[in-house]
């Protein structure tokens, strides 16, 4: 932290000889990616905060970042002592960056950014905002922080891996004709793709350039007669070049710019959420036709056999957790475990699963005051010890080669507090309305939010963070367009939609709860008639849930049914793979309330 003061000084002095009063630093990479490779943590480089939301915006003599509630308690730790000041996105009275700027700018004041890592949606907004005040956005070529990063990391070389019919359950070419259809629907000659998991998607490959997700850095340009994959050719192994032969051209990633400089007579299908304002700059003179890409919508809706490979993959998470449990269970009265030493033998535990191909993000391992950030990250050095006392927060995931997977459990390791066990049970409640539900075709996720918070807000209690995210067939484990969030877009929930459930609270400097299971959109035989189809959810998730934390009272007959029935299906998916000592404590883990 002691050397991002110094940072700031040498941005200013780039910033004071282009002219700039303030300069913008998003979280976000030249693909718009939520989590980034390490040459492109440009925000994380020039204010120490590594969480993965969150921009930064410098001035002459100011400087502030702006996060989610997600980050709050990890950014004002990591922030302390840089100069920059924290901004609480959500939270009253708290100024948008672009009011923020308005304030504390003259009028014709430049605002610079480099245009490869803002959207055309966010770009046009923030240019829009800011002329309003009088204030001028000024896209500049080059990239401030990499002119100062002296250290920072290379490109990365790794190599791209085929993932074939036998996990992806549809072809290339049947990818390109539906992409096609609909491209020509839209009246578009050529599709312009930027965002690393569609591309990845559309072409059934999969890479090691970024911590966590399978993708690999590329654009991607879909005509009616032709696709291109501009990627370094040195990362494309004779496996792939065969795999993408007859029906996908390889370009140079340096040529992409010269391509787009080809489409302007065209009508270009291009996505303003997450294309850059650089490509669509150099598309000047093009019809563009600004929609959400058809793939993010193509990929959202898994195939059954995307589906098979989520079931498989969380019948294997299942069996690494309860060996975990059943081991946790029993060291942590011995006094020597750290959250570190607890996540590790996680992870642990997972690799010994077939397909095993890494985690799916950092898992969140806090105990006690830590399970109160929400998106905490521990290491060797800082990781406090367990107690057989109080609760213990894990979240953690894995990337399998037949899918994805995000799994969160709240566990008592002794003694708990009524107040804990009063949170735990409404958190619980508030997850078992959602996993009940049945609604209409066309029902938005931002509509049935308010289920999972009611039991909290009936105690004035309310978490920080959307209920449920999309999850990637071995892809990103954040998955748009749907969502079951306050802030959902507005997309309807669709019939193999795989998302999260896992509704939370915190209390800052005490505690942390969260119960996440992965679910599946499903028909409603039961509800559905000729005229309307309706939906539920089937939780795919087979981990117990510690039911020593539950106030057995505050749960209504149905809810108590459905942890039950719940907990008897866990034992019937996951003993099978387990050896007799370990049924035995999950068939106590898992005994009816």
């Known amino acids: 932290m002691s050397d991002i003061p110094s940072r700031l000084k040498d941005l200013r002095g780039i910033m004071k000889k282009e002219k700039l009063d303030a300069y913008i630093v998003p979280s976000t990479d030249d693909h718009g990616s939520e989590y980034v490779p390490h040459f492109w943590k440009r925000r994380e480089w020039i204010s120490g905060f590594t969480g993965s939301a969150g921009d930064v915006c410098i001035t002459a003599t100011k400087a502030g970042l702006w996060t989610d509630g997600r980050y709050f308690l990890q950014a004002e730790e990591q922030l302390r002592g840089s100069g920059i000041t924290l901004f609480k996105m959500g939270v009253p009275k708290t100024p948008e960056m672009k009011d923020w700027l308005s304030k504390v700018l003259k009028k014709g004041a430049r605002v610079g950014i480099d245009p490869k890592v803002i959207s055309v949606e966010a770009a046009a907004k923030l240019q ?77 490959l999969r890479g090691k350039d970024i911590d966590y997700n399978p993708l690999f850095i590329s654009y991607a340009i879909v005509t009616n007669r032709s696709a291109v994959l501009f990627i370094d050719s040195d990362k494309l192994p004779k496996s792939a070049m065969t795999h993408l032969k007859g029906t996908v051209r390889v370009a140079k990633y340096e040529d992409f710019a010269k391509e787009l400089l080809g489409l302007q007579k065209s009508a270009v299908l291009l996505d303003p959420k997450t294309a850059s304002r650089w490509v669509n700059d150099r598309l000047m003179g093009a ?13 959202s809706v898994k195939n059954d056999t995307e589906i098979r490979g989520f079931r498989i993959s969380l019948e294997r998470d299942g069996v690494a957790f309860v060996k975990w449990l059943k081991w946790l269970s029993e060291e942590v009265p011995k006094g020597k475990l750290t959250e570190w030493t607890a996540a590790e033998k996680l992870r642990e535990f997972f690799s010994q699963g077939t397909n095993y191909m890494g985690l799916s993000f950092t898992t969140i391992s806090g105990y006690a005051h830590k399970g109160a950030v929400i998106h905490y990250s521990t290491n060797e050095d800082t990781a406090i010890g367990l107690k057989p006392r109080g609760i213990y927060l894990v979240d953690s995931g894995v990337q399998y080669l037949d899918g994805t997977t995000d799994c969160t459990r709240t566990i008592a390791l002794g003694k708990v507090t009524n107040e804990q066990r009063d949170r735990f049970t409404r958190v619980l409640k508030g997850h078992i309305q959602l996993a009940m539900l049945r609604f209409p075709e066309g029902t938005q996720g931002k509509s049935i939010d308010v289920l999972s918070r009611l039991p909290l807000w009936k105690a ?50 005490g505690y942390g709860i969260r119960i996440e299971n992965i679910i599946l959109t499903v028909k409603d035989e039961k509800f559905s008639n000729d005229d309307r189809k309706w939906m539920r959810f089937e939780t795919l998730t087979m981990v117990p849930i510690d039911t020593g934390l539950v106030i057995v009272e505050m749960l ?36 009816p309330i």
């Open 460 to 509: 004035g209690l309310n978490f920080n963070h959307g209920t449920g995210h999309g999850v990637g067939s071995h892809l990103n484990v954040h998955e748009g367009p749907m969502s079951i969030s306050p802030r959902d877009p507005g997309v309807p929930l669709k019939e193999g939609n795989v998302l999260t459930n896992e509704p939370g609270f915190y209390k800052e400097g």
């Open 287 to 299: 019809r563009i036709i600004k929609d959400r890409s058809p793939v993010v919508d193509f990929k």
């Open 128 to 204: 829009s905002t800011l002329a309003n005040h009088g204030l001028v956005l000024s896209p500049v070529e080059g990239n401030f922080i990499d002119m100062l990063w002296k250290d920072q990391p290379p490109v990365s070389k790794q190599q791209v891996y085929v993932w074939g019919k036998k996990y992806a359950g549809e072809a290339v070419s049947k990818k390109l004709e539906r992409l096609r259809k609909v491209m020509k629907e839209k009246g578009a000659d050529a599709h312009v793709l930027t965002a690393l998991d569609s591309i990845a998607w559309l072409f059934n």
């Open 556 to 591: 209504t007959d149905a809810e108590r049914d459905w942890l039950n029935t719940y907990h008897r299906t866990v034992r019937r998916v996951i003993s099978p793979f387990l050896d007799k000592e370990h049924r035995k404590w999950l068939k106590a883990a898992t005994e």
